[in-house]
């Protein structure tokens, strides 16, 4: 069983940054991909952003890729997203998930445990 706890959203303006930080409990941290995913009001969750076992490896949605970074500390059981140019669309609950596939999964279904989720509001 993994516990996972998101922090960092709020409210910022357009072209502003945040960071977001994901602490999971437990001693298996490592042994899991870690992903983000959001979702808008009134819309389906999707796939942000995703982290190998060992961080070397990542993917990103095309509608942050080149703003948001993932990485992640397998010491403090932590995986960030540093969120850079936001924009409106960006606003939405963001949620840390783990997920036992090999890699490469998008999918919702591929991922097992699930944080409660933090709000992230870019105002024009």
């Known amino acids: 069983q993994v516990q996972l706890v998101e922090s960092g959203g709020g409210l910022v303006q357009a072209g502003g940054s945040l960071r977001l930080s994901c602490a999971a409990s437990g001693r298996t941290f490592s042994s899991y991909i870690m992903g983000w995913f959001r979702q808008a009001p009134g819309k389906e969750r999707e796939f942000v952003t995703a982290?190998?076992?060992?961080?070397?490896?990542?993917d990103y949605a095309d509608s942050v890729n080149g703003r948001f970074t993932i990485s992640r500390d397998n010491a403090k059981n932590t995986v960030y997203l540093q969120m850079s140019s936001l924009k409106p669309e960006d606003t939405a609950v963001y949620y840390c998930a783990a997920s036992r596939a090999v890699w490469g999964t998008r999918k919702i279904s591929g991922y097992v445990y699930w944080g409660q989720g933090t709000q992230v509001t870019v105002q024009v």
């Open positions: 982290i190998s076992r060992g961080g070397s490896t990542t």
